[in-house]
């Protein structure tokens, strides 16, 4: 078997010790900062493919450390990076995605979306082709096989978004917490308009890198592919002359029509996002469903819905929160903070480290993970604390009194006035 065969892209190449000197000194001539530990990571040239001086001029070069990568064998293959471009040398975010199935793109899903939103980012999309061809890479392709069924193929895909950085990266739990508001108040605005994400994750959900921010700008949502419409299908006709009883000809007359639909493109299985933050309620579901082979009841698996998706908001922040305090460079701590720190680190990959969802539902059912936060004091703030406790009040009593956009915007807005008059 080939190298990309067996998986290695072949619009990648790893910079060489020459190509990598000469790039940090386009860098330094530019005056452009360089992360510090760019010397200990391998740097990439990423590209389009295709045919030489049309698709292949576009072309980009990595930064750091990934912001995400999907762990998981059988999935899309998520791959997050912040990238510069080789000659504006511009900084966005570029995600590498393999879409499968007959699943509509994400540029494809900002199309329907009327007017913009700063917690919602723009996104740009390119099919990936093999270098030298006008051919989309894909799995079909890459195993030779010609089988047509979209079901059985994957096509690799990169989306450009405006530059970010994750979550845990902020610079304190005021801008932590800012940038989870500003991305909650851009989904409020997608289901203004009958548009539900249904992939809330720390991968989708990006701070601002701008040095002047106005609120609501602080953080952003990005990667469309998993949403879904749920409004009418607009349609205009034109009808054909009308002669009224009076004897007037009406030409040109538009009318509006409505469909209503369950969506406007084929996304995939009812039950999506990611297993570590998907709502407890769909985890339940797609556990039952994987248990529902040989049963004489057939299973119906639960409606992804709104408080699903807000109810992820919830989970990415606890997960933020304490990752942050695990890759913050600290110094000067105790040995009782040392040997705090080593119990967290333990905890957090107990906690997220589940694979299946019923490891995952199993690890929620003692609210554990609420009490992390409680019982590392030197690490959360009291702002944090109480924020914690609120969030897990309203999820304990969200069967009764499902949550809300509202809500939880609420206490994220107290919390932000805490930690504000802290600072």
């Not at 760019?38 to 049309?54: F, N």
């Not at 990595?62 to 997050?80: A, C, E, K, Q, Y």
């Not at 509006?256 to 579901?285: C, D, I, Y």
């Not at 040989?294 to 992820?312: A, F, K, L, N």
Request: contains cysteine; negative net charge; glycine residues 6%.
């Amino acid at each position: 078997m080939t190298p990309e065969q067996l998986g290695e892209d072949p619009t990648v190449a790893t910079l060489s010790g020459v190509q990598r000197h000469e790039w940090l000194a386009k860098l330094h001539a530019n005056h452009l900062p360089v992360d510090e530990d760019v010397h200990d990571v391998p740097m990439y040239e990423v590209s389009l493919g295709g045919i030489m001086g049309i698709n292949d001029s576009e072309r980009w070069v990595t930064i750091g450390t990934p912001i995400w990568v999907s762990l998981s064998l059988f999935d899309r293959g998520t791959l997050v990076w912040r990238v510069r471009k080789k000659d504006t040398l511009d900084l966005k975010v570029l995600k590498n995605v393999w879409y499968g199935g007959a699943r509509a793109s994400a540029p494809e899903a900002h199309r329907l979306i009327e007017g913009k939103h700063p917690g919602v980012a723009c996104c740009d999309g390119f099919n990936v082709l093999f270098p030298g061809t006008a051919s989309p890479i894909s799995t079909n392709l890459l195993r030779g096989n010609l089988d047509p069924s979209p079901s059985k193929n994957r096509t690799l895909y990169r989306l450009l978004y405006p530059p970010g950085r994750s979550l845990f990266e902020a610079c304190s739990e005021l801008e932590l917490i800012r940038g989870m508001r500003a991305a909650l108040r851009g989904h409020e605005f997608l289901c203004s308009q009958s548009i539900l994400h249904r992939d809330i994750g720390v991968d989708n959900i990006l701070l601002s890198c701008d040095d002047e921010l106005r609120e609501g700008a602080e953080g952003f949502l990005i990667d469309l592919e998993l949403a879904i419409y749920t409004g009418p299908t607009i349609e205009y006709r034109t009808l054909a002359p009308i002669r009224l009883p009076t004897g007037r000809v009406l030409n040109d007359v538009q009318v509006k029509h409505l469909h209503w639909t369950t969506s406007v493109a084929n996304r995939g299985a009812p039950v999506t996002g990611t297993l570590q933050f998907m709502a407890a309620e769909l985890l339940a579901s797609l556990d039952d469903s994987l248990r529902s082979t040989g049963r004489p009841v057939q299973y119906v698996p639960v409606e992804h819905q709104t408080h699903h998706d807000i109810e992820s908001f919830i989970w990415v922040l606890l997960y933020s929160l304490i990752r942050r305090v695990i890759v913050t460079s600290r110094q000067n701590l105790s040995a009782e903070e040392e040997t705090w720190m080593q119990s967290l680190k333990m905890e957090f990959k107990h906690y997220y480290g589940q694979r299946a969802p019923d490891g995952i539902l199993a690890q929620r059912s003692n609210d554990r993970p609420w009490k992390v936060v409680v019982d590392y004091p030197p690490f959360f703030s009291d702002a944090i604390r109480e924020l914690i406790g609120q969030l897990s009040d309203h999820l304990e009593y969200k069967r009764t009194n499902p949550l809300s956009h509202t809500a939880v915007l609420d206490v994220l807005d107290i919390a932000i006035r805490r930690l504000s008059q802290s600072e």
